[in-house]
């Protein structure tokens, strides 16, 4: 059995692990405050190009995205997100439970657009409603598709003109940013958008989410929030030591690069077999729609998740590759996949 | 310049690092469902002697602490701590961040007793007040001290006629239960508490805390909060294997023994030269009262908090030890001390 | 200018300002303890029909919704509502701001049915999304439709099957159950849903909402969450004497059916106009749909809320009468437009 | 049976429910935009002397106090009371439901001082501790206290040096403010105060407080957390009306004159009796200290709170007046307490 079910279906990075042996018994501050962690903010800041943000590691996506989001806002005002977006489904209520509503916006490409914020605004005039205050997007998004640079550009200009914070959850930023499609770069983002996260755990780290706060206003006090939350890893060395390897002569950009190019050999094969998918996808995730039957067979040697029901007879699936993923699995499942199709 | 600063500040055993270089590339299932999650709490369960506990491994002390409070109290309803408590006041108001406050206790010795609990009840007589519900108490405590069976068995037989939860902070629960003054075991736990865990991250883990939740019900969907509050890591294998090693062939209890070695040859050489504590604590965290200038003279080879100003000229220091602490280095810091004094 | 705005236009019925005087220097117990209070609850538990009940007083829906859905849920749990819910788009995140997400429903007529409810449950079948655990319904809804009595017993089956708590918000309870298409009874609530509330504020009360918790299960400490949402008023005497009048020689139905009668009365001379309706609202709101010139002409004589445009050239406005509505207001209403129809 | 057991005992002065009849068949906006309401802030800003503070009015003072705090407040602040505070243990943990903790100072008087805050600050010094913020001051104070100008000044001006928030509950403010000690006149309080609340529920309104902010930084979208809360009346009339009245002619001065007369008297009395009090209170609350066979006997015509025991034998007791406390009563009460004596 092997799986193409997400993309931290394994350890680390060798790197990485090394990295942690090799320091183990060097003593250090606790809290973040350790000498890892500093040269990793620092070798993150360069990578940037900035040093004017603020950087702090944290665990994990739900983790950091209900510290930001509830150190972001005051209690009235909400979140807007896409339908799609992991805060609003898939993290049991993390941000409503600090006490902030989440404003879903239908969006068939997990995107969201200038008009659709706009349309959000124009239906919370006044106090009776919530007031809509950040923009949660992510990428690369829960469906796999990306930001181009002019579409950020345009939320910027929104978000500037309406006095919105907009904020991107980056737990597949790597996947994202080395796709073929993708033209923004790392440095491109501190003006892009106010703050976003850069994705460990998803891109060959045990757990880690680099949260790179670009805006002065958000910046204050935010290592209380981390306490508060739980966030503040007593070992924060564990963090510092994974973001400094990954940053060290782009290994992090590698990962992302084969995890995207695993999800390429299988995207193309898929499509050269007529096989449609459910969204555009072009990083590390892809759905393609596929019989019944024929999922029930690959079922027998792959596991991946069955993400929904198409027509009776059809559904998508969702294949994720990582870092870890192999080549030859890739082949092989393209193998059985095609004998399948022929049957 | 050796630190006694505290016992988080190596990273792992080795033993745990090696079982994650073994492990790396075995695929898993993500969010703590993992063979190595699994095998681990059986392990625990069986080292515990119940199987019908529940037990959940979250990252940290403070994460795990608001995550089961959270979930254990009603709205209206505290928890009751000794002023000393580690959530009372160093967890940045997390539990209040989750709607709840906490009742202090002031406690020479950072243990509570039936009697001052008897007296908060006393004093929340009805709705103007919060209803205490929770009683939460360390083991060891913030301040080194342990709790006996006896003092346990009572604290218990008040919970119950009170309908009060025991929940036990464990973060150092290694120590105490190795403590040469300890006469409770691990098995005892499951009916002398409702809830308790046990700290890996200050007993030779990178990250980790096992929550085992003995009450019935207060166990039900508890899955729900770990996620809520991003405790629910994707890589829930990073925890699995780590107490998978600990509990294997005793390692979490030897590691504890050591660190309470190192303490007690600080404790009775220090006791030997006639100096006093702040503190009775036969555990791993010693607080001996020092002329404040010979604490400077120690400052320049080690590194300890000064936890508190006793007179014009003492303070007590806090020497904490660890898993990882060695005992040449022990040693050393006896010599300095002497010489010190002597001067 | 005559205002068909809402329902809470004008002050209190004179005979519960008649009952404040009188009442007035009589020395009574705070925090709803008082005579007036204690009598009203046992008052309305007679009208109910059911003495096992518990009765708390409050000041406005909000309150009451927020105090009490708070109260009900654990923090993992939602609400679900329909679109329309008043909770969901007109206070302000209060659910949200105590911790919990509502689940939307679409839902055309505002009116929640078990197969919608059954969609929300497949749709959360774990730990990584909310656990939906309280239908909210409003009768009358928030556009004007009422529930009929087999439609709550199938919401209350479906409830029952799925450990799910059903709650009325009752702010137009009144209208509702004098409105001509009701088959149900104020004494049929208990057993059809698991609390209520029967809403003063907007049938002739200056404020107030008698919540009625009908399952044991949500009575417990519940006097300790009105004092910690501020809902305890210090001279609870204000809400009590208030439903004592109210339910007295049955003032509060009559109220009820005053504002019906004005709706009726406006109903019947639109519809005879040919004027269609946004929707099916046999109770005190009522949404005509007109053509936008004539809006503008009506509103230099009467003020109400333009609901929603339909088309370029037509809106929908709401009409709302009350137990204050003054019939020859009514009449002149429909003399002008019917004289605005002809031009 | 005559009670002395607060000042919210009897409904409302005459004149106020006189108000609310009149008025009573206008039509009115809702939600606090009434005509009355927008007069009765003119009015109030006028007898403050201030156009440039903003004025709402909400309904009691855990309610004021649970919105304005939350309001003013970021998530890891906190804030810090007298330990007689009436939101540290009368309010049922309203603020830490709201995600804030309160910090408790041992005051005797029921007053602060810069130096005691300035412990409170130095004890909490970094992110693993709350960030005190706000200081929490009543006026007059929970066991009758009031704050001469100068000690305002004092914290005016260490809150300035601190960037700390200075917040006054005046749920009794009137009885202070006419204090025949009192030097500070309530158009000093703008300057002196961040915001305060002027109480109408003990000053002989039905409900009603009237919160002024003065402080810009803390007047943006307050409406939305008064509707959050549950704090927006839809008929915000009754609050308007009722403040209107109260500051028509002096009202609110008058009532609280008549008030403190009355507390005088017993004051006077009791103290030529040679009765010692467990306070010095000059306003309507005073605690003198009699036998606990002499309360009994008190008990069998007047109700009044047990305050607290002093030793085996007596009690202090709490007798407190009102706008509606009649002199005759308060004479009976004397030579009842005169008679007692004497046996």
């Known amino acids: 059995m092997y799986s193409f079910k997400n993309d931290y ?3 680390a990075h ?3 692990l090394n990295a942690l042996v090799e320091s183990n018994f060097e003593q250090e501050e606790g809290y973040g405050q350790d000498r890892f962690t500093r040269k990793a903010i620092e ?3 360069e990578t940037i ?5 603020d950087i702090h590691l944290l665990s994990g996506g739900t983790q950091t995205n209900l510290t930001a989001i509830s150190a972001f806002l005051r209690p009235h005002e ?3 997100s896409a339908s799609t977006g992991h805060i609003l489904g898939h993290e049991t209520g993390a941000i409503e439970a600090t006490g902030h509503k989440i404003l879903s916006i239908e969006a068939e490409d997990g995107k969201l657009t200038p008009a659709q914020l706009q349309a959000v605004l124009n239906a919370h005039p006044d106090e009776h409603m919530v007031k809509p205050k950040l923009v949660y997007i992510s990428n690369s998004t829960e469906i796999g598709s990306i930001y181009k640079k002019d579409e950020l550009v345009q939320l910027r200009n929104f978000c500037d003109e309406n006095q919105l914070i907009l904020f991107m959850d980056g737990a597949r930023l790597g996947s994202a940013l080395c796709s073929a499609e993708n033209d923004i770069l790392l440095s491109d983002l501190p003006r892009l958008v106010d703050a976003f996260y850069i994705g460990g755990t998803k891109n060959g780290a045990l757990i880690g989410e680099a949260l790179v706060i670009c805006r002065d206003a958000l910046k204050e006090d935010f290592r209380y ?5 739980g966030a503040l890893l007593a070992k924060g060395r564990l963090l510092g030591i994974q973001f400094l390897e990954l940053f060290r002569d782009n290994l992090f950009f590698d990962l992302a690069s084969h995890a995207n190019k695993m999800a390429e050999l299988l995207r193309t094969e898929i499509s050269d077999a007529k096989i449609p998918f459910l969204t555009e ?5 892809i759905f393609p729609i596929l019989p019944n039957a024929l999922i029930t067979e690959l079922q027998r040697k792959y596991s991946f998740h069955v993400w929904e029901q198409v027509d009776a007879d059809h559904s998508a699936i969702r294949l994720v590759t990582s870092w870890a993923t192999k080549e030859d699995k890739v082949a092989a499942f ?3 996949l095609n004998k399948a199709l022929i049957k």
Do not use: C, Y
């Not at 929030?225 to 939350?229: G, I």
């Open 14 to 16: 060798p790197r990485i």
């Open 225 to 229: 929030h981390l306490k508060q939350k």
């Open 78 to 80: 909400a979140a807007i």
């Open 334 to 336: 393209i193998e059985d």
């Open 281 to 285: 996808s072009p990083s590390n995730q």
């Open 49 to 53: 190009g900035r040093t004017d943000v």
């Open 43 to 45: 070798l993150l800041k």
């Open 9 to 11: 279906s394994e350890g």
